[in-house]
């Protein structure tokens, strides 16, 4: 092995153990017992208990905060990849005077800080009635997960050669059918690969899910984390155990479909 591939290993090896070492503590500590997190650390645990997770489901029942995740970042996702692949798709195939400012404006509305935007929406959603309801979650979810999948669809449509479809249209077929037939199909990698990342944004947003919810009925999983709270002390433990099931989904999506990902993020690299 030459010195420069050697030293480029190390660095790799280096930087893969420094990521995964933090989620490694904490799924050991979320098995540890509460009395023993703050003794002298150990990579190989004595004892491990379940009793974490156990007040986790029954104590606080944290099922409630995941089913709300999964309805909103679902329901999330499904109108953006929908909704912004058709957006993404007249931007990137059709010809017509503004679409350069109007990508602008997109990336401009991706851009824009959150913080900036909760009173007009609070006050909006508040006379809407929509306050701690899922609608009132998943349309303001919509205002920075859209820009994203348009941007990311659009990059994806712009690879797929033209002729397709110019030739689908010459055999009779209409742009919509020519759409749904023949680019849809070519087009999933990157469809996956932007619904995988819009519901990644979604489960893992914060601000909104806080400012927008009331209670414990429509909290979020990273709302419900955050306001975990004991009688006279922080239950870490529990926190720790709540960090690592609220990872999992995630992680078993992206494990599950890194074929995917890898496709649609590398398709941009190869000309058609």
């Given at each position: 092995m030459k010195p420069r591939n050697a030293w480029g290993t190390a660095a790799l090896i280096v930087l893969v153990v420094a990521s995964a070492f933090p989620f490694y503590w904490a799924i050991v500590s979320s098995f540890t017992p509460e009395a023993r997190l703050f003794e002298a650390p150990s990579l190989v645990p004595r004892t491990l208990v379940l009793e974490h997770y156990r007040a986790l489901f029954t104590?606080?029942?944290f099922w409630i905060p995941i089913r709300n995740s999964l309805v909103v970042a679902g329901c999330t996702t499904v109108f953006c990849v929908s909704l912004g692949g058709?957006?993404?798709?007249?931007l990137a195939r059709l010809r017509f005077r503004g679409k350069?400012?109007?990508l602008g404006l997109i990336l401009a509305v991706s851009v824009f800080p959150q913080i900036s935007i909760v009173s007009p929406l609070y006050l909006v959603l508040r006379r809407l009635?929509?306050?701690n309801t899922f609608p009132g979650l998943i349309l303001p979810y919509l205002t920075f997960a859209m820009p994203l999948?348009?941007?990311l669809m659009v990059g994806f449509f712009r690879q797929l050669p033209g002729e397709l479809e110019e030739a689908a249209m010459v055999d009779g077929a209409s742009r919509l059918r020519a759409l749904w037939e023949i680019i849809l199909p070519l087009a999933l990698p990157g469809l996956a690969t932007t619904a995988i990342l819009t519901f990644v944004y979604s489960w893992n947003e914060f601000l909104f899910a806080l400012s927008f919810t009331l209670g414990p009925e429509r909290q979020t999983v990273p709302v419900a984390i955050a306001l975990f709270r004991g009688q006279y002390q922080v239950p870490w433990g529990q926190i720790l155990a709540a960090a690592v099931v609220a990872?999992?989904?995630v992680a078993l999506l992206v494990l599950a479909f890194q074929r995917r990902i890898v496709?649609?993020?590398t398709a941009g690299a190869v000309k058609g």
């Open positions: 104590q606080r029942d058709l957006c993404a798709y007249a350069a400012p109007l009635h929509l306050i999948t348009v941007w990872t999992a989904p496709q649609g993020l």
